[in-house]
């Protein structure tokens, strides 16, 4: 079908629209890669679990790949239109209005873009795509419980995808709920032992609860996946230092210091650990 729809593109087809008089469109001036992922992207809207539906009218491909172009140029209000226009040729694509919102995100129209998905939604409450961004969206506006609840609901409807988890659990950690935090942090690690930011964030809340046992094991785990993770190491140094193990705490903060010089507070406090130190 993308095939079928690039090659008619290529060639300046003649599409109807709105029941005018035929007109021809030449699209040399899109780039026939980005055209070809574009019509392959739409098109497999028709076959998804979005809906069992025909596939999209020419019409509606159309002025999808003008969406495409004019987004590619940053001209955010002339893809916001030619996805408009798609979704008014193909009204029951909730590809198509989820792909809006983004637009709405980027023209900081935040009201229509929360709007629309939750409109989505409501019509089909699985649908994914709308949901993660709906997700977002409340996240963004501190709207944590909504957040949160979207967040419980795509990892029900997909159980392996770890970036729900993350997001629930830092969710959980902004609303206080750290037990739920922790417990959705083992989830990600019992899915994917090598998980970087989930033993990094375990780690983190292992330090707020004061468990630095837990922290320091979480977070040499952390910096045996990534050496390079400089807060890390800040994070090691304040346990060390919370343990009043002086040695300890000063060789994590001058790594910290190694890998991020420009780090003033990590220097003040490896700064604070010399003087004491010295006494």
Same mark, same amino acid.
């Given at each position: 079908?993308?095939?079928?729809?690039?090659?008619?593109?290529?060639?300046?087809?003649?599409?109807?629209?709105?029941?005018?008089?035929?007109?021809?469109?030449?699209?040399?001036?899109?780039?026939?890669?980005?055209?070809?992922?574009?019509?392959?992207?739409?098109?497999?809207?028709?076959?998804?679990?979005?809906?069992?539906?025909?596939?999209?009218?020419?019409?509606?491909? !159309?002025?999808?790949?003008?969406?495409?172009?004019?987004?590619?140029?940053?001209?955010?209000?002339?893809?916001?239109?030619?996805?408009?226009?798609?979704?008014?040729?193909?009204?029951?694509?909730?590809?198509?209005?989820?792909?809006?919102?983004?637009?709405?995100?980027?023209?900081?129209?935040?009201?229509?873009?929360?709007?629309?998905?939750?409109?989505?939604?409501?019509?089909?409450?699985?649908?994914?795509?709308?949901?993660?961004?709906?997700?977002?969206?409340?996240?963004?506006?501190?709207?944590?419980?909504?957040?949160?609840?979207? !967040?419980?609901?795509?990892?029900?409807?997909?159980?392996?995808?770890?970036?729900?988890?993350?997001?629930?659990?830092?969710?959980?950690?902004?609303?206080?709920?750290?037990?739920?935090?922790?417990?959705?942090?083992?989830?990600?690690?019992?899915?994917?032992?090598?998980?970087?930011?989930?033993?990094?964030?375990?780690?983190?809340?292992?330090?707020?609860?004061?468990? !630095?046992?837990?922290?320091?094991?979480?977070?040499?785990?952390?910096?045996?996946?990534?050496?390079?993770?400089?807060?890390?190491?800040?994070?090691?140094?304040?346990?060390?230092?919370?343990?009043?193990?002086?040695?300890?705490?000063?060789?994590?903060y001058e790594e910290?210091?190694?890998?991020?010089?420009?780090?003033?507070?990590?220097?003040?406090?490896?700064?604070?650990l010399y003087l004491?130190?010295?006494?």
């Amino acid at each position: 079908f993308a095939i079928r729809i690039a090659n008619c593109k290529l060639q300046g087809v003649t599409f109807n629209l709105h029941n005018r008089n035929k007109e021809k469109f030449t699209m040399g001036k899109i780039n026939i890669c980005v055209m070809l992922l574009a019509t392959l992207l739409f098109g497999a809207c028709a076959v998804s679990k979005e809906s069992v539906r025909p596939e999209p009218s020419k019409e509606s491909s !159309y002025y999808y790949l003008m969406a495409t172009e004019a987004e590619m140029a940053q001209d955010w209000e002339g893809a916001l239109k030619n996805l408009g226009l798609a979704a008014k040729e193909d009204p029951d694509s909730l590809y198509l209005k989820t792909e809006m919102t983004r637009i709405y995100v980027k023209l900081n129209r935040t009201e229509e873009a929360v709007r629309t998905l939750e409109e989505v939604v409501r019509k089909t409450p699985d649908y994914e795509p709308a949901l993660s961004l709906l997700a977002q969206m409340y996240s963004t506006q501190k709207d944590l419980q909504k957040a949160i609840n979207i !967040y419980e609901k795509l990892i029900k409807l997909d159980p392996q995808k770890i970036q729900s988890y993350i997001h629930l659990a830092y969710l959980y950690t902004v609303d206080n709920q750290f037990e739920k935090a922790v417990t959705i942090l083992k989830a990600v690690i019992a899915l994917d032992a090598d998980n970087v930011m989930a033993r990094y964030y375990l780690g983190k809340l292992y330090i707020g609860t004061k468990q !630095y046992d837990l922290a320091i094991t979480e977070l040499q785990k952390t910096l045996e996946l990534n050496p390079t993770l400089w807060d890390a190491y800040n994070m090691l140094g304040a346990t060390y230092d919370s343990l009043e193990d002086t040695d300890k705490a000063i060789s994590n903060y001058e790594e910290a210091v190694r890998l991020n010089p420009r780090n003033t507070d990590v220097k003040k406090r490896l700064s604070m650990l010399y003087l004491k130190k010295d006494r």
